[in-house]
Structures are given as structure tokens and as C-alpha cells.
């Protein structure tokens, strides 16, 4: 190993802290004969992922951090089934993350994936990120020689039939030399490679064991491909990460999960050092802190990371303008949508009525976030923004983005964008159909009334009758029941927190609009 470190000496410590890994693994048995255009390849794909994951972008778009500075761990525990398997002494309920890939908490020997579970807003993105950047910084989960990692929101584009190697190679990572070689090797030692698949729950295609696919060199669908992938009818023994929001894990996926977590969020000490990383100045992350410690619907929205960084971006206006403190998710996302709208209007006094300087803008953010959340799609063309309406001034607000997952080949003038967070999207969703003229009392019907089962105790039942009796005069054209449940749950959420006496008199102010007089 010695005379080895003295030859490569000369191509830098990079080059030797790679040879002494995979000395490491041979000495475990994990590494098979690793042939030098593997070696190269593994080089350029940890210098690729260790590039995409250095940096954490906040929900806004607005900065850059590095992920290593500003990384706060969640709390993660294991799901209990009656056919956990269990090893060791005892089950413990938590896990830590270096010990992810261990015994602890199997659910199911002969299954390869790990299904990584959290609501929305929970940090399963970030988690995943940290993974990634551990493996490619040399740091952790070195049992793996190649790790591949995917967005489902992005593999949703993929409308042509592709094979494994492509996914591989074109989507992540191509092999400068050698790739029959390369892939040969992947393909014969599955249990040194890791894929990961990020937000399974935005696939907008369900689990079905239905199409058998064992090639790993004839194309399919996207679908199919990622569903026989963790079957593992393509590469047994290949370990597979998968996060999702725990409604999309039907009994059918089950059956595959090796191991399942859940993400619970952060804990109360967790909360803490969010905000001393996320704040330089310690006076301002003690008065955040001290904000969040003496309210207890604070405390408690902030275990969950996406609430964290509202509290966090938003602390001005709770603590310099003795803004209302926030009770509900509905009204976080409220004082978002000030914040966000007194920082894009550099005129405007902060005793005025915020919202009603920028009607327009948000009717057409909620506009296309309804239609989005109608056809599952969440990332938008540049000709979709068009036909939307969505002007400079809309995209200036902030919460429509630059998407990080699709890029316009060949025009790097035109951008894609998505909501900063799926939640943000039902919210405005919510705000269009409380307050446009365009949606009638049918949609509240919907909205409430229809569920994978009926139920006679529905909030539309408890409505006033004035409600509910346009629903058999005049149908509005959108069928609410084409998005999907986990953000029609949400939607619905954000607009029954709408309809509350102090949000709805805001929101009736600043539209001003005609049906209200007529339905209301």
C-alpha cells in the first residue's frame, strides 16, 4: 500500500485518499477487481455530485449556503411491522444516519430499498442532498462504488422509452471512455451501487408490478424501469433510496421495502441550531429563538423544516412590526405571502393593505398553481408561463422559481420554473378558488365532499345550505378530483384556514370582488 501511495503520490491527494477507499473496501470484501476506467469513472462522478450538492438553496431561490455550514440534523425513526426482523438487542425506535444501511429496523431480508418517509415540507430533499454530498466527499457510505441519484419530478419528462444504461449514464453522469466496460461492471456488482430517488410521491404513474422488465439493455418506459428497478427484477442486490410522503406508499411498494423511516422533523434543540446556522448575527438568533420558545403554535410549526425557515425569513415582521403570531399552517403561509410582498414593493407603508397592491399578481400565481396541481404538473415551460399570464412582475414576487431540475437545451435564455415548495403551490391554489370569480360554490363541493370514501360527516354537509345549493345550478369545469389526494388534502386545508374571520375579511378587502356580495 505504501509503494502504491508513493507512485500515485504524484497525481495528488485526491487520487491517494480514492486509492486507500477502495484498499478499505477490498480489505471488507465489498469491492470486487475494479478495473482503472471504473476507477476514473468513480472519480468523475463523486467530483460531479460532490459539485450539485455543495450548495443548499433556501425555498426562495435567493441564496446559496453551503450545505456543510448550515446542515441540521432531523429526527429519524424506524417503522415497527410484525415483520420487522430484529437484530440486535432490543428495537430502538430512532437511527442514526451513518447507520442507515445497517440492520437495524429490516423489514423485508430479500427487498433492497429503503424508503425514506415525510409530510411535506419535512426535508427529505435536503437529507437526500446530505447523503449524496457524504458519499462524494469521502466522508461516509464508502461501501458504494457508484451512487446515482434522481428527481421523479424530473424523470416525469422523460416521455420516450429509455433503457437502464442510458438512465444511468445520460441522466447523471457519462463515462468518458469505456462504457460498455463500465456498465458491465455495474450490471455484475449491483451491491457496490446506490440509486436514489427523490420525491417518488410527484411520479405521476402508480406502483404496479404489472409490466415484468429484466434487461438492462432494452428500452421502456420510465415507469417501468424505476418500478422494476425496486422490484429488483433489474439489478437484484443494487440498493435503492426512495423518500416520499407516507399516502403514496401503497401495499403493492410495500412489499419491496427492505427497511422503512420515517422523518419526523427537528427536534426542540434541532429548531435551535437551524437558527443560529441560518443568522451571523447571535442578537437576531436569540430574539428568533426567544420568539419561538414563548409561543407554543410556534414551537410546534417549527419542527417541521419548511415552517422553521418561514419563522426565520419572516422574523422582521414578527418582531419588529408586532405582526399577529401565526396559529396555523394557513396563517404561516399568510405571512409569507406579506413577507414576500412588502420586500417586491419598496413604496408600500406597512400599515397598508399589502395584498390588494398586488392582486393581479397573485390571482395569476394561483391561477397556474391550480391548473398545475389539476394536470399533476409542476414544473413549468417558458410557453406555459406565457399562456398563463404570468408577467416579469408576477416572477419578481419570488415564488415562482428558476427549477433547478429541467433546463431548455439550447436556450439558456429560457428558464423553467416551479413553486418554492409544492405546500406554496396549494396554497395559491387555495387563494384562487376563495376568491376568484372564476370558481363557483361547486368547487367547495368538491373540495370537501369527494375522498377515496364517502363520509356523511364532510364539512360540506355542515355548510349553510345558500353554499351549497349553486351546486346543482352551475358546475364549474375543473373536477378537483384529478389531483392528486395528498395535495387536494392540503388545498382543502389552506382554503378552510382562508375561510377564518380575520383572513377571509383580508382577503374580501383586498379583491373586493363581485361574488362576494353574491355567495357570501
Known amino acids: 500500500a ?25 480489505e471488507e470484501g465489498t469491492i470486487a477487481q475494479v478495473t482503472d476506467d471504473c476507477l476514473t469513472f468513480h472519480k468523475k462522478l463523486k467530483n460531479t455530485i460532490s459539485a450539485q450538492t455543495r450548495f443548499l438553496s433556501t425555498y426562495d431561490g435567493t441564496e446559496n449556503m453551503c450545505l456543510e ?27 442514526g444516519l451513518h447507520n442507515i444501511f445497517s440492520d437495524q429496523g429490516i423489514i423485508n431480508e430479500n427487498a433492497d430499498t429503503i424508503i425514506i418517509l415525510g409530510d411535506a415540507g419535512s426535508g427529505k430533499s435536503t437529507l437526500l442532498q446530505h447523503i449524496q454530498h457524504l458519499w462524494a466527499r469521502g466522508q461516509a457510505f464508502q461501501k458504494f462504488c457508484f451512487i446515482f441519484p434522481f428527481s421523479c419530478r424530473r424523470l416525469c419528462c422523460i416521455t420516450k422509452p429509455i433503457c ?31 440509486i436514489t430517488f427523490d420525491g417518488f410521491d410527484e411520479l405521476k404513474f402508480s406502483f404496479t408490478e404489472e409490466n ?12 417501468s424501469i424505476v418500478f422494476n428497478l425496486i422490484e429488483g427484477n433489474l439489478m437484484k442486490d443494487c440498493m435503492k433510496i426512495v423518500t416520499s410522503r407516507p399516502d403514496a406508499v401503497t401495499m403493492p411498494l410495500r412489499k419491496y421495502i427492505k427497511k422503512e423511516i420515517n422523518l419526523r422533523g427537528f427536534s426542540e434543540e434541532g429548531i435551535e441550531t437551524f437558527i443560529r446556522k441560518h443568522h451571523d448575527n447571535p442578537d437576531i438568533s436569540r430574539g428568533i429563538i426567544s420568539l419561538v420558545k414563548n409561543s ?17 425569513k419572516c422574523h422582521k415582521e414578527l418582531i419588529n412590526y408586532d405582526y399577529k403570531t401565526p396559529q396555523t399552517m394557513t396563517d404561516m403561509y399568510m405571512l409569507t405571502l406579506k413577507h414576500f410582498l412588502l420586500h417586491a414593493s419598496t413604496n408600500l407603508k406597512r400599515t397598508q393593505n399589502i395584498l390588494s397592491e398586488r392582486t393581479n399578481s397573485v390571482k395569476h400565481l394561483g391561477m397556474i398553481a391550480l391548473i398545475g396541481l389539476h394536470k399533476a404538473m409542476y414544473v413549468f415551460s417558458p410557453q406555459e408561463i406565457t399562456k398563463a399570464g404570468i408577467t416579469e412582475d408576477d416572477l419578481s414576487l419570488g415564488f415562482l422559481v428558476i427549477s433547478k431540475n429541467l ?22 391554489a387555495a387563494l384562487y378558488i376563495v376568491m376568484s370569480d372564476d370558481m363557483d360554490s361547486s368547487i367547495l363541493y368538491q373540495l370537501f365532499k369527494w375522498n377515496k370514501r364517502e363520509t356523511r ?28 389526494i395528498r395535495n387536494l388534502q392540503i388545498t382543502a386545508t389552506f382554503v378552510a384556514g382562508l375561510f377564518s374571520a380575520v383572513l377571509n375579511s383580508l382577503l374580501v378587502d383586498s379583491w373586493k370582488p363581485e361574488k362576494t356580495d353574491q355567495k357570501m
Not at 5 to 21: M, T
Not at 407 to 428: A, K, P, R, V, W
Not at 470 to 481: C, D, E, S, Y
Open 407 to 428: 433546463l431548455d437545451e439550447g436556450q439558456t435564455s429560457l428558464h423553467y420554473y416551479e413553486f418554492l415548495h409544492i405546500t406554496f403551490q396549494c396554497f395559491f
Open 69 to 95: 455550514d448550515v446542515y441540521t440534523e432531523s429526527v429519524l425513526e424506524l417503522s415497527r411491522t410484525k415483520h420487522m426482523s430484529d437484530h440486535g438487542n432490543g428495537f430502538q425506535s430512532t437511527l
Open 164 to 194: 437502464l444504461k442510458a438512465l444511468l449514464f445520460e441522466q447523471c453522469c457519462w463515462p468518458d471512455r469505456h462504457q460498455e466496460d463500465i456498465f458491465q461492471f455495474i450490471i455484475d456488482h449491483p451491491s457496490q451501487v446506490l
Open 296 to 312: 407554543s403554535s410556534l414551537t410546534g410549526l417549527c419542527h417541521i423544516p419548511v415552517f422553521c425557515w418561514i419563522i426565520s
Open 212 to 223: 415484468r422488465h429484466c434487461s438492462p439493455i432494452e428500452p421502456a418506459s420510465i415507469a
Open 457 to 484: 360527516n364532510s364539512l360540506v354537509e355542515r355548510l349553510p345550505m345558500p353554499c351549497v345549493q349553486p351546486v346543482f345550478q352551475r358546475q364549474t369545469k375543473m373536477k378537483l378530483q384529478y389531483i392528486e
Open 2 to 26: 505504501r509503494r502504491l501511495l508513493d507512485l500515485i503520490q504524484l497525481k495528488g491527494n485526491e487520487a491517494a485518499r480514492c486509492l486507500l477507499e477502495f484498499i478499505h473496501n477490498l
